[in-house]
């Protein structure tokens, strides 16, 4: 146990040296004037959304934005009245596309928001969520970023609910572990091949995609935005961080929830390798289970080295609570849900594997 102990720690010391300062706060933008102001499609892919559509566009057609902003909003065959929804709020700035059928080989959001871009004419696109407000000086903040920095790409983890016990618990670690796989600073790091991205919000330049091949080149990919952002990374810069103009509004009140979330995409991120699967278990156990039963049943050196990795975690937590206001008492909890989506990421490969797949918005992936 010594030697298991120690190895953990080890690990811990390089996260927290070595691996892009990845449990840092991590940038965020504040509002700003672009310097000027090109046309902006958005374009917002929805199905199923009717308890969240109408106050999402509402937020976009707030916008302060000075530019010519046309939004579309692609009704991906929704059986809820999401374009009724939409269509009540009458405003010649918003289109509503009825979705055509989803064509072999195509993810469901990727072909909705290939639509979108079908019908767009602008210079900049935003690829947004249905589930998704946004401040009225958010489009314009995304503007002058990516025209400040010569962006291709920027995107933001928009802020997630944490009111429920479940999302208390487990939102605040899907955030912290987003960032230990992409660390923020790598992402933006013009010369490390490390890409992400948030698809909450992207705005990209139109150009850029038609580089990479456009959304077709890409088009059975779940994990769409990571993917996108990989691809506009070889040739251009990206830019991601947190956002203080964007929130979601959907709820996640229990742990299932949470679950079908994460497993959804889990096993797709380990690109369906049982290898990696039993590397990423092995990984786990070690770096996020092991402190904490090393510095509870172990004594002595082993002890010693546990309760140091322990803290380590504990401390490299504590910005990613602070940022969804949450006590530091939280951060004893981590242990625990990162069992929870170990837990998660096999349930994935399992339902792969028998061919289930993931059930998510009426469609089945496998």
């Known amino acids: 146990m010594l030697l298991l102990a120690a190895l953990s720690l080890a690990v811990w010391v390089y996260l927290l040296l070595g691996h892009g300062r990845f449990w840092q706060a991590g940038p965020v933008l504040v509002p700003a004037v672009p310097n000027h102001a090109p046309a902006v499609t958005v374009i917002v892919p929805a199905r199923d959304e009717a308890a969240s559509v109408g106050r999402a566009l509402r937020s976009l057609l707030a916008q302060t934005y ?90 933001e983890m ?60 890409m088009r059975g990919a779940l994990i769409d935005d990571v993917t996108l952002a990989g691809r506009i990374k070889q040739g251009g810069k990206i830019w991601l961080g947190h956002s203080g103009l964007a929130a979601s509004i959907r709820p996640y009140p229990g742990a299932a929830d949470v679950w079908r979330m994460v497993a959804r995409t889990a096993y797709t991120q380990l690109e369906y390798s049982p290898l990696v699967l039993a590397g990423t278990v092995v990984g786990m156990v070690l770096v996020w289970l092991l402190p904490p039963i090393a510095a509870l049943l172990c004594r002595g050196p082993a002890q010693l080295a546990g309760l140091l990795a322990w803290a380590c975690m504990t401390g490299a937590y504590l910005p990613t609570l602070g940022r969804f206001k949450l006590r530091p008492a939280w951060a004893l909890v981590l242990p625990a849900t990162a069992a929870f989506y170990t837990a998660a990421t096999i349930g994935s490969a399992i339902d792969h594997i028998t061919g289930r797949g993931v059930m998510w918005k009426r469609r089945s992936y496998t």
């Open 158 to 217: 928009v802020a997630l609910n944490c009111e429920s016990l479940a999302e208390r618990a487990l939102v605040p670690a899907f955030v912290f572990f987003f960032a230990l796989l992409y660390p923020f600073e790598r992402v933006n790091d013009p010369e490390s091949p490390t890409a992400a991205a948030a698809g909450g919000t992207m705005l990209l330049r139109a150009a850029a995609l038609e580089r990479v091949g456009g959304l077709a080149a």
């Open 66 to 155: 000075l530019g010519h902003l046309h939004i579309i909003l692609v009704d991906d065959q929704s059986r809820d009245g999401t374009a009724e929804v939409a269509r009540a709020l009458r405003d010649s700035r918003l289109s509503i596309l009825e979705g055509r059928e989803r064509p072999p080989g195509w993810s469901g959001k990727l072909w909705a928001l290939a639509q979108g871009v079908e019908a767009a004419g602008s210079e900049f696109l935003m690829f947004t969520d249905a589930d998704i407000e946004h401040h009225p000086e958010h489009i314009a903040t995304l503007v002058a970023q990516l025209q400040k920095g010569g962006f291709d790409l920027v995107s």
